[in-house]
């Protein structure tokens, strides 16, 4: 699989074609850009395969998949944001939910689900120069419980990693309760990444990682 590193459009001088990059142009409400996404994204495992050809059937059922109006569930975008020179990861402690996770959030009628996942990134880090790495790495499909006002339903997530430029100084925004660095070789920080889909992200994010150092790719 080849991997490629798409500069935050700040990055780029005016007239360089990396500033019209489609990965980070809007593509609207478009579920056969997000279909796109996640059928060309470089998952690791059967069951990873299995839940995307269920996302992609999901995406077929309902037309309005993008939206946060279609009861059943709707197509989110995180980031897995990792610092190349050191390895390690950006947690954020997500208000709602209450747990530490990746950054993310809902598509909101955008089919580029990459875009949505550098936006989410930007955002709720406040990272300045982030780079998104195509294609995604990983997918998740969650249930989130009922809330006033909105009933259950499923995210299906699709997720990216993001690296880092040279700011790695976190300023959260008011959706999180904080920020934290975590190294995933580190024993205190591995049991807060856990061992479950939070876990099998982070792996993936670091093998791919090293797939762009071992092609030049990081410097």
Known sequence: MTFRIHPAPGDTAPGDTAAGDPALRPAGDDPAEARRHLQSAALDGADQDQTRREVVAFTEL?????LRSCGPGHLTGS???LDPATGRVLLIHHA???RWLQPGGH??????????????????TGLVGLRLVTP???????AIGPRPGEPAHDHLDLRFLVLTGTDTTAAPNAETLG???VHPDDPDDA???????LERLVRRAVSV???????GLLG
Not at 62 to 66: F, M, Q, R
Not at 209 to 215: R, S
């Open 136 to 142: 995604a790495i990983d997918i998740d499909v969650h």
């Open 79 to 81: 980031a897995l944001v």
């Open 62 to 66: 309902h037309p309005d998949c993008l």
């Open 191 to 197: 049991a807060m990444i856990g061992d479950g889909e």
């Open 96 to 98: 709602k939910l209450g």
């Open 209 to 215: 990682a090293g797939e762009l150092k071992a092609a």
């Open 179 to 181: 920020a934290r660095w």
């Open 107 to 124: 598509a909101d009628g955008e089919g580029n689900l990459g875009l949505v996942a550098h936006t989410e990134a930007t955002e709720e």
